[in-house]
């Protein structure tokens, strides 16, 4: 590339100057040939014989014609003497340039065939094969019209495509025309937005469902206000009756205010890590005491098992109280039929401190168990109701965990019971 450049340039310097070149040459041959006529009539004069002096002439001025003065023009090459330069193949500095991006990127020619791809698109489809058409990896319409578009017209164009398998993903599908070295190429890029696509819908339900639970109590409320400001205007016993459910409407709409907030809360600082040492022993205890009323309610019994050892982990002492208080209190609420809650904690060597939360009751269905931190996801609605949950509860759980770079993991068995691991 560079020495055709260099060509060119010289071609185009040539080109500039061309009127100059053949006046210098011409000018140059006459001198040459007016020194040789003097260089013979120098020998003849100097008594050679006139034959001698013509002969000389006639050598001179025929080596001066055969030697081509422009060979000594500084060495400067002509258009003349410019070979055509080689092509060079521009998929490799290609190749070189893909691989520097972080999103799947694939090469094709003209006929829509596949000439490299990167790493990334490596790792995400699979090695492609260099040489097949687009079609034999992706057969939705969609791309396969978007790039022959592209091909026809020479414009950019992009899409949004879904794959299912091997999992659920949402793409960018953008195609783009390049030309390297006079060789038309288009750029398939893949940018995956299937996370921003779970962030929108994970927002829209919590909005419709945080709409819903607020709007169920709201009702109610309405609905006694009007009754007893109506029909049971003068009923005592109505009233009495009316102003308890009313009273546990209200605290159900405060429940879920406040574990709204709480998790606005822990959204905020979510990036920011405890920085104190806080003891787990007494943290368990204080939650088993405040929880003792609860339990006794519900015929269970909480019963810890902890280490003598002080057992420390870096973490906000408030914070893990509600972490504990949700767990066993979801144990009680939900496994009272086992009668009893185990709670063990434990520093296994190589996998740090444990603190298991288990129930004796009737277990969870195992295709519940993925979705259960999510934000009013219940496994029983009406249950969960009855036993005045919000569905909040396990959200803020792994939203704590996770500032305190911790885990949360689930195991259940249905007619065993339900065991949650918090693993710092």
Not at 172 to 185: N, S
Not at 259 to 281: F, G, I, T, W
Request: a negative charge; charged letters at 25%.
């Amino acid at each position: 590339m560079g020495e055709a450049r260099g060509a060119l340039q010289v071609a185009e310097n040539g080109e500039s100057s061309g009127w100059r070149r053949p006046m210098r040459h011409l000018l140059s041959r006459w001198l040459a040939i007016v020194g040789c006529a003097l260089m013979a009539v120098a020998a003849w004069y100097s008594g050679a014989a006139a034959g001698y002096a013509l002969v000389l002439f006639v050598l001179l001025v025929g080596l001066v014609i055969v030697v081509d003065p422009r060979a000594e023009d500084d060495g400067a090459p002509t258009i003349a003497t410019l070979q055509p330069a080689m092509p060079v193949d521009p998929l490799p500095s290609i190749r070189a340039a893909i691989e520097a991006l972080d999103m799947p990127v694939i090469v094709m020619g003209a006929q829509a065939d596949l000439l490299a791809q990167n790493a990334a698109a490596e790792r995400a489809f699979g090695d492609l094969g260099e040489g097949q058409h687009v079609s034999a990896r992706w057969r939705s319409p969609g791309i396969l019209d978007m790039i022959r578009e592209t091909i026809e017209t020479a414009t950019p164009n992009q899409i949004e495509h879904s794959e299912r398998l091997p999992s659920e993903r949402v793409y960018i599908v953008r195609v783009a025309p390049v030309e390297a070295d006079g060789r038309p190429l288009f750029l398939l890029s893949f940018r995956d937005i299937s996370e921003l696509r779970r962030l929108d819908r994970m927002r829209s339900d919590f909005v419709a469902n945080a709409s819903h639970e607020l709007r169920t109590p709201l009702a109610s409320l309405r609905g006694f206000i009007e009754t007893m400001q109506g029909p049971a205007k003068d009923d005592a016993k109505a009233k009495e009756r009316f102003l308890a459910i009313m009273l546990d409407q209200a605290n159900r709409m405060s429940r879920l205010v406040d574990d709204l907030l709480s998790l606005s809360r822990l959204e905020l600082k979510a990036h920011l890590p405890p920085d104190q040492m806080v003891d787990l022993k007494p943290v368990l205890g204080h939650v088993r005491d405040s929880l003792a009323p609860l339990a006794a309610d519900l015929g269970v019994e909480i019963r810890l098992d902890l280490p003598e050892e002080k057992v420390e982990v870096m973490g906000e002492r408030d914070e893990l109280v509600e972490v504990f208080e949700n767990l066993m209190e979801n144990a009680c609420k939900y496994g009272q039929e086992g009668k009893f809650v185990d709670v063990v904690l434990r520093r296994e060597p190589g996998l740090g401190t444990e603190v298991r939360v288990r129930d004796h009751g009737p277990g969870i269905p195992a295709e519940h168990v993925p979705r259960l931190t999510e934000r009013f996801y219940r496994v029983n609605v009406e249950d969960s109701r009855s036993k005045k949950g919000t569905g909040l509860g396990l959200a803020i759980v792994k939203h704590i965990l996770t500032r305190h770079r911790a885990r949360l993991i689930v195991k259940s068995e249905l007619g065993v019971g339900s065991e949650f691991t918090v693993r710092f």
